[in-house]
């Protein structure tokens, strides 16, 4: 079965400052990996995906993700962090049913990312 | 519209109601989802509807029943919970694109069940 690793639970930087949340990966096949953020008492919001093509993903709200196929990650980067983005993010995997074929999603136990002024 | 709503945003119900969440959209999409997180944990899937039938049931006890009336729609009906069972509901939908690309899914805001 296909897995995503978040080996964070909370990231603290501090506001301009990059940051980085990492995300390793164990897939058979080729990956196809998610980012997404869940600001408090709401739902997950979609921020990027990586298929195929070029390594370095950009996405919403100025993220972007480095995928790196021989240390098997997914780290999502921001250049300048933003209080505002203080939030849960969630990495995620496809998997694919056995037996229907049909396509899911598998999350990583999330890294609480904790901007400061 | 880019838009996955719920409703209601908050419930609070006893062991014996029976209660119901609806989810909508109107993307076009033709696979919508059910989902479960409970609080600081990633959701866990409970159901998946594509083309409005039932394609993955999660080994989910039978005090919970989808419904998908039409593509738009997806409704959860709620009968007999127990505490363990509060949470934060997620619906989510994506195209269902049969090509081999990857779904993109997207979120409603969830419903917030608390069941005393």
């Known amino acids: 079965a296909q897995s995503v690793a978040q080996p964070e639970d909370q990231v603290n930087v501090a506001e301009g400052n990059p940051l980085t949340v990492k995300c390793t990966y164990s897939?058979?096949?080729?990956?196809?990996l998610f980012w997404y953020v869940q600001y408090p008492n709401r739902g997950l919001q979609f921020l990027l995906k990586y298929i195929t093509g070029d390594n370095l993903v950009k996405g919403s709200y100025g993220f972007e993700a480095e995928f790196n196929k021989s240390q098997t990650s997914f780290h999502l980067k921001k250049p300048s962090a933003l209080v505002s983005d203080s939030a849960l993010y969630f990495c995620a995997v496809r998997d694919k049913e056995v037996n229907t074929g049909f396509q899911k999603l598998v999350f990583g136990t999330g890294t609480r990312l904790l901007v400061s002024p | 519209d880019t838009e996955v709503t719920q409703t209601p945003k908050h419930l609070v119900m006893g062991m014996t109601n029976k209660k119901s969440l609806k989810c909508e959209q109107h993307m076009g999409h033709r696979a919508m989802y059910w989902y479960k997180q409970k609080a600081k944990k990633p959701p866990e899937l409970m159901f998946v509807y594509s083309y409005e039938k039932l394609s993955i049931n999660e080994s989910v006890p039978s005090r919970f029943s989808p419904e998908c009336p039409n593509s738009s729609l997806l409704n959860l009906h709620l009968h007999a919970l127990q505490p363990e069972d509060s949470a934060l509901y997620l619906c989510?939908?994506?195209?269902?694109?049969?090509?081999?690309?990857?779904?993109?899914?997207?979120f409603g805001p969830g419903t917030r069940l608390t069941v005393l």
């Open positions: 989510a939908s994506s195209p269902y694109r049969t090509s081999g690309v990857t779904d993109t899914q997207y």
């Open positions: 897939v058979s096949g080729n990956p196809y």
